[in-house]
T-cell receptor
Framework: GNSVTQMEGPVTLSEEAFLTINCTYT??????LFWYVQYPGEGLQLLLK?????DKGSNKGFEATYRKETTSFHLEKGSVQVSDSAVYFC????????????FGKGTRLSVIA | DAGVTQSPTHLIKTRGQQVTLRCSPK?????VSWYQQALGQGPQFIFQ???????QRGNFPDRFSGHQFPNYSSELNVNALLLGDSALYLC????????????FGPGTRLLVL
């Protein structure tokens, strides 16, 4: 079945540091890939997505590129801020329809000033 | 434009009781999915409703049931509550279109004592 593996957290960075959160997936077919963010006490917000190989999703300074050859979708940001502190979830969905999302376990990011 | 709303925000129940959680989808959306997020874990898909019928179901027992109303809002019912049902329950809405993004509500936090 489909699955998503994320790097274990927590990740603690200083403000303006470079961020990478690794995500790899296993899927049949050609899934869509997503990064969702969950701020403390809140639900999930879509951060970015990519629907086909070599697509780059980007939003709020975050980027991730859909790499079919390595089955990866790593999240990056060049300069993190304290306000980026949250839990980040990598997820996939079959492109065959409006199918359920399969999530990784999440990576907690803490950014200190 | 109202996003996905859920009620109640918090709930405390005892083992063996029954609970009903409610979700109103984002305006214009016709599909509702429910997810269970245990503490420290990624969300797990429970089921999806479209045109008032359950269309897909994850690996959850029959104690979990749902309903979708003509206005697309939805309920999640859990019978015979167990301690392990304590979690954040997330509702997501979307359009029944290939590749459409799911938008999440803030969730209902259920504590079973």
């Amino acid at each position: 079945g489909n699955s998503v593996t994320q790097m274990e957290g927590p990740v603690t960075l200083s403000e303006e540091a470079f961020l990478t959160i690794n995500c790899t997936y296993t899927a049949t077919g050609y899934p869509s890939l997503f990064w969702y963010v969950q701020y403390p006490g809140e639900g999930l917000q879509l951060l970015l997505k990519a629907t086909k190989a070599d697509d780059k999703g980007s939003n709020k300074g975050f980027e991730a590129t859909y790499r079919k050859e390595t089955t990866s979708f790593h999240l990056e940001k060049g300069s993190v801020q304290v306000s980026d502190s949250a839990v980040y979830f990598c997820a996939l969905s079959d492109l065959s329809g409006n199918t359920p999302l399969v999530f990784g376990k999440g990576t907690r990011l803490s950014v200190i000033a | 434009d109202a996003g996905v709303t859920q009620s109640p925000t918090h709930l405390i129940k005892t083992r063996g009781q029954q609970v009903t959680l409610r979700c109103s989808p984002k305006s214009g959306h016709d599909t509702v999915s429910w997810y269970q997020q245990a503490l420290g874990q990624g969300p797990q898909f429970i089921f999806q409703y479209y045109e008032e019928e359950e269309r897909q179901r994850g690996n959850f027992p029959d104690r979990f049931s749902g309903h979708q109303f003509p206005n697309y809002s939805s309920e999640l019912n859990v019978n015979a509550l167990l301690l392990g049902d304590s979690a954040l329950y997330l509702c997501a809405s979307s359009l029944k279109v290939v590749g459409e993004t799911q938008y999440f509500g803030p969730g209902t936090r259920l504590l079973v004592l």
